[in-house]
C-alpha cells in the first residue's frame, strides 16, 4: 500500500479529520492508535504511571479508561463494518 493510500485509509478510520479533531478527542485517537499499534493492554491507561506521564506531559488533558478506550474502538470498528458492508 502507498503512503498516499495509507494516508486516506487512516483518515477514513478516524471520525474526524486531525485539524478538526479538539484536543482531547486527538489524544483519545493517539492513544488507541498506540495501544493497538504496539499490542499493548488497555489496563495500560488505569496504571498510575501511564496516568502521571500523561499528566506531566499535558496536565490539562482528560485521561480516559480502559473502558472508554475499548467503548472507543468498538464505535470504530462498528463504523468501518458498516463502510464496507455499503460497499458490497
Do not use: C
Not at 488507541?32 to 500523561?54: G, P, Y
Amino acid at each position: 500500500m502507498s503512503q498516499a493510500n495509507a494516508k486516506e485509509t487512516e483518515t477514513r478510520f478516524f471520525d474526524k479529520p486531525v485539524f478538526n479533531q479538539t484536543h482531547n478527542k486527538r489524544f483519545r485517537n493517539l492513544l488507541l492508535e498506540w495501544v493497538i499499534k504496539n499490542n499493548l493492554s488497555f489496563t495500560i491507561v488505569d496504571q498510575l504511571e501511564t496516568k502521571a506521564l500523561f499528566s506531566f506531559l499535558s496536565p490539562s488533558t482528560t485521561q480516559i479508561s480502559r473502558i472508554t478506550l475499548m467503548r472507543d474502538l468498538k464505535r470504530r470498528y462498528e463504523g468501518g463494518e458498516e463502510e464496507i458492508y455499503q460497499k458490497l
